[in-house]
């Protein structure tokens, strides 16, 4: 089955600084990958995603990279701010399944 | 709107009781998933439903039981539960259960604390 590593586990960054979170997955017939923010206390909230047959996508200061032939993507969030620190999963989904696969997370802290 | 509405939002119960948890979207969306999550972990996946019929169950024991009344609402009954079930459990629904994963919207989630 569908295997999703995700890092770095924690990241800190000062605000204005560029964020950057790699997740490579383990089944080549996985066919999407979102991306979700989740805050304290709070459900997980799409923030972007790609499909495979798109190689980036970008939504104002948030970017997501894919490589299929690496099985990698990467999340981008530019110009940071406080208010972007939270927890960010990112996920696969196998063709023809309605399943996602999580990665383990990463903790963003934007300092003021 | 992309709501998905939970309740209730925190709930206390002992292994004895038996307790249910209440799901709804009005998004028309015909997929409908409660997922597991514990502390500083991702969600996993434990049932889901597509167009109110069970397609996939995450080998969950059977004190965990999910109900689809109709494309609105789901729930999941909880009876007889342990202390490791204490977690939050997240509800989501996406627009249909076709081969073309469509986007997943979650709830808020339940705290659920099981003494």
């Known amino acids: 089955g569908e295997n999703v590593e995700q890092h770095p586990s924690t990241l800190s960054v000062q605000e204005g600084d560029s964020a950057v979170i790699k997740c490579t997955y383990s089944?080549?017939?996985?066919?999407?990958f979102p991306w979700y923010k989740q805050e304290l206390g709070k459900g997980p909230q799409l923030i972007i995603d790609i499909r495979s047959n798109v190689g980036e996508k970008k939504d104002q200061r948030i970017a997501v990279t894919l490589n299929k032939t690496a099985k990698h993507f990467s999340l981008h969030i530019t110009e940071t701010q406080p208010e972007d620190s939270a927890v960010y999963f990112c996920?696969?989904?196998?063709?023809?399944?309605?399943?996602?696969?999580f990665g383990t997370g990463t903790r963003l802290q934007v300092f003021p | 709107d992309t709501e998905v509405t939970q309740t209730p939002k925190h709930l206390v119960m002992g292994m004895t009781n038996k307790k249910s948890l209440k799901c709804e979207q009005h998004?028309?969306?015909?997929?409908m998933y409660w997922y597991k999550q514990k502390a500083k972990k991702p969600p996993e996946l434990m049932f889901v439903y597509s167009y109110e019929k069970l397609s996939i169950n995450e080998s969950v024991p059977s004190r965990f039981s999910p109900e689809c009344p109709n494309s609105s609402l789901l729930n999941l009954h909880l009876h007889a539960l342990q202390p490791e079930d204490s977690a939050l459990y997240l509800c989501?629904?996406?627009?249909?259960?076709?081969?073309?994963?469509?986007?997943?919207?979650f709830g808020p989630g339940t705290r659920l604390t099981v003494l």
């Open positions: 989501a629904s996406s627009r249909s259960g076709t081969s073309l994963t469509d986007t997943q919207y």
């Open positions: 998004m028309g969306h015909r997929a």
């Open positions: 089944d080549s017939a996985s066919n999407y």
């Open positions: 996920a696969a989904s196998p063709y023809g399944t309605d399943k996602l696969i």
